[in-house]
């Protein structure tokens, strides 16, 4: 069972957590001036071997908080087969975590290497067959190169499992636990997650050894520090409402989530017709052109990204000014990761920016969720001639019946529908 810990950390250095003066310098070099919440808990009870459940939201440094005791703990004399193997949802958050440990690991003759899904496999063995400290990977190609056996375990001394609720939400268990068997028992595991659901607590009980609990959430999942609001809008009118919403905004950076591949692929070919820095990333498309595509928008030559939740989690760039939900997330945590992509840490510690949410009337009950989950209601924004069906035809129906003109009423008395007509369809707005 978890030993749970609360942590707070105020006023802790770099140089308070024991790191050697390489990972100093290098920290210094990579302007890391003081260590988030997670990496002031995490670093030291890695450092002492234990196993670590890491809670924490995107955007407050986890990769550091596991990276930096990874490169602190390995043995220099042992450079031939891994000693350190990363598990990751996506091939974009592998290539941000082998680049993040290749900048802290300055100073050291450390290799690390990334491998997933959309490249080709025989590049990745050859770099395997060079000599790797540290292996970042995805659940599926991970196993094809250990039935390849062009990655061998048997050297392992730490596994972190990386947004470990993600990698079960899309269906990756199988995979980990097959991996996990194949790992020496006598290891030290890190658990990295968001949120803790009961899955993942599963997971730890039965492959990680007396795992001490460290939650570095706020109370609040989703901050105040983020605006968040919603439009009820027609299904049929959901661009619109989006181009006129980008005109109004003006956004510095903005990415605009989809529920489907497909609805990803047609809004960014629609909006590309009217604005000139458009990208589109999905599962389905080649490997490149996600790469090339994530390297722009990090470059901001790609200003609004059309993306499904294969960028809800783990990406770290820190431009984004706006999250746009054009569909309502199917899960409730999907939506905090969402808007988690605008709320990335600054070096003032300061989470900002804002996030719409398109409603259509038949999806009240999925906002109500929502804002059951994060402990706080969105704020209804407008823009004018985006009025539902429903709205309108009540409106146009309460000014025939009355003539034009607003009729007196009792304080707290309702008018009753037009006969004939339906009410409207309401959002429910409480909690």
């Known amino acids: 069972m978890a030993k749970e810990s609360d942590p707070s950390f105020t006023d802790v250095k770099f140089g308070d957590l024991g790191l050697s003066d390489t990972t100093l310098a290098a920290l210094s070099a990579a302007e890391y001036l003081e260590p988030t919440a997670v990496q002031a808990g995490l670093i030291p009870r890695a450092l002492e071997s ?13 990769t550091a908080a596991f990276a930096i005791p990874i490169l602190e703990l390995l043995n220099p004399d042992r450079r031939h087969a891994p000693q350190a193997l990363v598990l990751v949802p996506t091939r974009e958050l592998a290539v941000q975590v082998r680049d993040e440990t290749v900048k802290l ?19 990745q063995i050859e770099k395997l067959q060079r000599g790797a400290d ?42 980990i636990e097959k991996i996990l068997r194949h790992c020496p ?12 659901p009961p899955p993942v607590q599963r997971l730890a009980r039965r492959y990680m050894h007396e ?22 809008v027609d299904h049929d009118r959901k661009f619109e409402l ?11 950076q903005a990415i605009v989530f989809c529920r489907t591949k497909r609805g990803t692929d047609r809004v960014a070919l629609r909006l590309k017709k009217r604005h000139s820095d458009v990208g589109c990333i999905h599962g389905d498309l080649p490997q490149q052109a996600r790469d090339r595509v994530m390297a722009q928008f990090r470059a901001g030559t ?15 760039v820190t431009g984004i000014s706006h999250i746009i939900n054009y569909d309502i997330p199917q899960f409730c945590d999907d939506y905090v990761h969402r808007v988690g992509r605008t709320g990335r840490m600054s070096k003032l510690g300061v989470a900002e920016g804002v996030a719409f949410t398109f409603v259509t009337p038949e999806e009240g009950s999925e906002l109500t969720r929502i804002e059951m989950r994060i402990d706080k209601l969105l704020g209804r924004d407008e823009i004018e001639g985006f009025a539902t069906q429903a709205q309108t035809a009540a409106a146009a129906a309460e000014a025939s019946a009355t003539g034009g003109a607003e009729p007196e009423k009792p304080p707290g008395e309702k008018k009753p529908p037009p006969p004939g007509k339906r009410p409207p369809r309401r959002i429910r707005r409480a909690l």
Request: glycine share 10%; aromatic share 4%.
């Open 50 to 62: 234990a196993d670590v459940i890491g809670q924490a939201r995107t955007g407050t440094g986890k």
């Open 105 to 123: 690991s300055k100073g050291r003759r450390t290799r690390t290497v990334a491998v997933y899904g959309g490249k080709p496999i025989r590049g």
């Open 134 to 175: 540290i292996v970042v990977g995805t659940p599926g190609r991970l196993l094809d190169h250990i039935g390849r056996r062009s990655l061998k375990l048997k050297d392992l001394k730490i596994v972190v499992l990386d947004e470990a609720d993600r990698m079960l939400d899309i269906g990756f268990r199988p995979d």
């Open 185 to 196: 028992r006598q290891r030290q595991t890190l658990l990295l997650s968001a949120t803790v």
């Open 211 to 232: 795992p001490e609990s460290l939650n570095f959430s706020p109370r609040e999942i989703s901050g105040h520090t983020i605006e968040q609001f919603y439009f009820t």
């Open 242 to 252: 989006l181009d006129r919403l980008l005109q109004r905004e003006n956004p510095k």
């Open 302 to 316: 790609v200003r609004i990204l059309v993306a499904t939740d294969v960028v809800g989690r783990g990406i770290d």
